[in-house]
């Protein structure tokens, strides 16, 4: 059933101004905003998430069932240029609304991520962004939420949940101390055509990955008040940075050398480079950590004002990926979901266990932790 609709239906049903999206994440609502929303909402459980693709070669992928097309009025994107992209070129639903199967398929089909990856930070989003009663999450949007007593600061839908997904320091979004975090800014990918040219001969590379990350946390801590790089922000800043090397190259090149041309066509265009080939062979985040060791710096905040960065030892770092896994589910799904009843509880519960179950291999002896019950 189309957003709009069921929005519409909502209206209609229960006689007063409530319009809460299908998609609209139900995290950090209190009691009676719950009460309020969950009465207007279908349940849909959550499905097994998708396996691994059998097929992990290189292959065309803006092809004649995937043709990039304009946005229409309402369509939502938001601030992962991966994401839009697939979005726009349709093996994402092309209005940016999708189940967390759907998201996990298509950075595979789409991209050739490990499916591990693929898991990982699609119910981490889901879980913070989406919405646990519908199983349904939205790529981007600004969806204010009205009609609910009483009305809370935040926005419905979209990976807009700070210092998660989105964060201080991204690439090409400025900070949301700053302005607006939510899309392409000109001035950054600028600096980024700068470092590149600086760096790696005009690519964009692992040195120039390092090297403009490194600046963009200098400017953030010099700027920003509220600058934050604790888990698992601290993971998403350098993934975001590793990102359009093992996915934005065409597969059928092997240099690690991001043309610049290609990397405007994803983050400013949402769209797939003409003939773009997916890479050959499944990756995962494969380069993070050699981008962070070029100039590396311990997960903290600035306290109370600018350049005051202050390490947090209570975050994990890049080296304690169960750490920052216990950090997520205690300190960020717990504060936005401090008392789940009924349905929503137990879906919390169903998609905190997808979220564990992605671990990758490597960190073994990674205990489950269950906030909600087993």
């Known amino acids: 059933m189309h957003i709009a609709f069921i929005s519409l ?4 049903c229960t006689g007063n101004t409530l319009a809460f999206p299908s998609y609209g994440s139900l995290a950090g609502l209190n009691r009676g905003q719950l009460d309020q929303v969950l009465s207007t909402l279908q349940y849909n459980a959550p499905g097994k998430p998708p396996g ?3 097929d992990t070669s290189a292959k065309l992928v803006n092809d004649a069932r995937h043709p990039w097309k304009p946005l229409l009025p309402g369509d939502l994107r938001g ?9 726009s070129h349709g093996w994402l639903p092309r209005n940016g609304v999708a189940t967390p199967a759907q998201i ?4 595979q089909e789409g991209y050739n991520m490990a499916n591990d990856l693929a898991k ?3 119910y981490a989003a889901h879980i913070v962004d989406g919405n646990l009663i519908t199983n349904l999450l939205s790529i981007g949007g600004a969806t204010k939420l009205t009609g609910l007593a009483p009305a809370p600061p935040a926005i419905a839908g979209g990976l807009n949940t700070h210092a998660v997904f989105e964060g201080d320091a991204s690439s090409t979004r400025s900070d ?8 392409f800014n000109e001035t950054l990918f600028d600096q980024l055509v700068e470092y590149s040219n600086k760096y790696g001969a005009g690519r964009y590379n692992i040195t120039v990955a390092g090297e403009f990350k490194f600046r963009r946390i200098e400017d953030s801590i010099a700027t920003n008040p509220n600058f934050s790089l604790v888990a698992p922000r601290i993971f998403t800043v350098y993934a975001e940075a590793a990102f359009p090397i093992n996915f934005f190259i065409d597969g059928r090149q092997t240099d690690g050398q991001l043309n610049l041309g290609a990397a405007r066509s994803f983050m400013q265009n949402m769209r797939f480079p003409d003939n773009f080939f997916r890479r050959n062979g499944s990756i995962g985040a494969d380069g993070l950590n050699d981008i962070a060791a070029l100039h590396p710096i311990q997960p903290g905040t600035n306290v109370g004002r600018v350049n005051n960065y202050v390490v947090d030892p209570k975050s994990a770092d890049l080296t304690q990926f169960c750490l920052m896994y216990t950090n997520f589910v205690k300190d960020t ?34 205990s489950e932790v269950f906030p909600y019950g087993r």
Not at 9 to 12: D, E, G, N, Y
Not at 176 to 183: K, Q, S
Not at 340 to 364: C, D, H
Request: proline share 11%; aromatic share 10%; charged share 10%.
């Open 9 to 12: 239906a909502i209206t209609m």
């Open 52 to 54: 691994p693709l059998k």
């Open 79 to 87: 601030p992962c240029p991966g994401l839009n992209t697939l979005a």
């Open 176 to 183: 949301a101390f700053l302005g607006n975090n939510h899309d």
């Open 333 to 366: 799904v717990q504060k936005l979901y401090p008392a789940p009843t009924g349905i929503l509880r137990q879906s919390l519960k169903l998609n905190l266990g997808f979220f564990y179950n992605s671990l990758p291999a490597e960190v073994p002896g990674c």
């Open 120 to 122: 990982f930070v699609t």
């Open 104 to 107: 996990v398929t298509a950075v």
